[in-house]
């Protein structure tokens, strides 16, 4: 048997958590709504940057 008196590292991996956008869609035309949907949706994507 064989014994290690060193300490070593071991990565345990960890669940990335992706933060929550922002989304309101209280606007007054169907153009600024679909505008305010893009808007979360980039929101979305750039935080879900942070998990890669």
Excluded: G, H, Q, W
């Amino acid at each position: 048997m064989k014994y290690v008196d060193k300490p070593y590292e071991v990565k345990i991996p960890v669940k990335c958590v992706v933060p929550d956008a922002n989304c309101s869609f209280d606007r007054n035309t169907s153009t600024e709504v679909i505008s305010s949907l893009l808007e979360c949706i980039i929101d979305m994507k750039r935080n879900e940057e942070v998990c890669k």
